[in-house]
């Protein structure tokens, strides 16, 4: 099955980005497709040299290094939130694929569940 | 239709938990079936039994006991999540070398994310509850 996961909160501070990434890397571990959309002020967590260290928080960016190993191709980027941000979608930890509002609508309608974190 | 939900926000500190009882309500007066509620996030806090309400205020806690009653709902506390919260059950803090006190509230059970992802899959329908 389709689920795709939501993630709209920065990586540190609270425990939303690494608890959503959990899940979506559960997901995936129990064999399901699985599709990451970055939006929000979750495109924070697609920086690349975050130093978590500093913080004594786990590094999420690490979490998302993983995706490949998880069989997780369909990573999403909202652009509006980037262009929000002053982020170019070339800086990014990762490869994503840069999506608008009309494009995230259309791909959530084919997901069969939508998690939101 | 069958559902289940998500909760991630804590029950005091976030209108999640009020917010995804109300609906749970709403659908087990329309008949819907609610399979479970699946706690994560801050939200495991909710399955602290040893929470206590002031006399005068409405016991969040109790009600969604009621709910999980009433709908023959599974209350499910993410096991990691609780436990970074310190919200364990008397045999999971033995395990852990603290003191065998059972804090976990009747009706909930502790269990994986696994437990998301199978819920997910029996449903019609996952509806998250974000703090």
């Known amino acids: 099955m389709h689920f795709a996961f939501l993630l709209r909160h920065p990586p540190y501070s609270k425990q939303h980005a690494r608890e959503g990434l959990e899940a ?57 939130s980037l262009q929000a941000r002053g982020i170019a979608e070339d800086a990014l930890a990762i490869k994503c694929t840069a999506v608008d509002s009309r494009q995230i609508r259309q791909q959530l309608a084919t997901a069969q569940q939508v998690f939101c974190f | 239709m069958k559902y289940a939900l998500l909760v991630n926000g804590a029950p005091l500190d976030s209108q999640a938990a009020r917010s995804a009882l109300y609906f749970s309500q709403a659908l087990l007066a329309r008949e819907h079936q609610l399979l479970r509620v699946f706690f994560y996030g801050a939200g495991v806090q909710l399955g602290n039994g040893l929470q206590i309400s002031a006399q005068d205020e409405n016991s969040l806690l109790g009600e969604w006991q009621a709910l999980a ?38 009706g909930f059970t502790l269990a994986g994310l696994g437990t998301l992802v199978d819920a997910a899959l029996d449903v019609d329908r996952l509806i998250t509850f974000q703090g």
């Open chain 2, 69 to 106: 009653l009433a709908g023959n709902t599974e209350l499910v506390l993410c096991i990691a999540a609780a436990q970074r919260r310190g919200i364990l059950s008397a045999t999971e803090a033995q395990r852990h070398g603290k003191p065998p006190v059972e804090m976990l509230a009747t």
């Open chain 1, 24 to 80: 979506a890397l559960a997901a995936a571990a129990f064999g399901q497709e699985v599709s990451l959309y970055f939006m929000g002020d979750g495109v924070l967590q697609l920086l690349p040299d975050q130093k978590a260290t500093q913080l004594a928080a786990k590094d999420t960016s690490r979490m998302l290094q993983a995706l490949d190993m998880y069989d997780i191709e369909n990573v999403y980027v909202d652009r509006t």
